[in-house]
């Protein structure tokens, strides 16, 4: 069973709005993550680094005092032994607070990945995002919801189930099963530590050799934030893979509905060998804007 995940950047910019405890909104995020000396399982003759670059802008356009309009992008590279691929995302959509109790997020996310060249038809993908949140009070809210994106591998639906609850005024607990756990704590607003587990599961058209590739990342992170400006945020993770894989299948070989951890109807046989697992570091520097302040 394969561990999964998808677009963490959309639900994980999204979900803090108009949360009154430690509510911040990602404008702006420019990361850079390197994980060395990675090796083929059953041939391990040569050692290579997987190295990713991100670049992600989202504005919260307001409207009124209850909705928001949701404008932005990505732009990324993922370096795997000699692959460079690349993706473009466009992110566009609308958050309302319904009431005191209920609000939504949706977000309609196009995409082109591939490994660079001339654009085709293969390359596009189309995605999208629905989030629900019940709050509790001001501390607590349960979310759920659903991802789905036509991959290369077939249609992808991820169903998000989780909470966001303000453990006193320091700690934060953040779940949205299967996608994410963030626990973390704030010291005196100048910086914030914790721990963070992520995974996505995404695909790139590889169009000369008529292949693509499936990639699972999924990473247990230790973190850290410092404040250089109120608005400026360094970012530090260091962390370990796990049920990693970057896998090249040919284009005909598919899986009915993957639900993320599982595959429906997968009879695929044309996969390229499993890639070792192994430490990661990544740096970013984030435009954070708080929302309580």
Known sequence: M????????????CVSFMTKAQSFVDVAKLEYRVSPENDYIDTSAFHFDILTAELNILLPLIIDSSNYILAGGTYSELHVDDYRLFSTVLQV??????????????????KMSSAGGKWVKDDFQLGGFLLFSKIRHERFQWKFGAYVNGDRFGPLAVPLLGFKWQ?????QVDLALPLSLTIRKTFRDKAMAGIVYSGRKFSYNIEESYRYMEVSENFIWAFTDIYLTKNLVFNLRAGYSVLRDYLVYPKNEKVDISFGPADIGDHRIGASNSISQGLSVQGGIIWRVHLDR
């Open 167 to 171: 453990a006193g005024r320091t700690w």
């Open 93 to 110: 959509g609308w958050q309302r607070q319904w009431n005191s109790d209920w609000k939504s997020t949706i977000l309609l996310l196009p």
């Open 2 to 13: 394969k561990s999964c995940w998808l677009t963490f950047l959309a639900f994980m910019l």
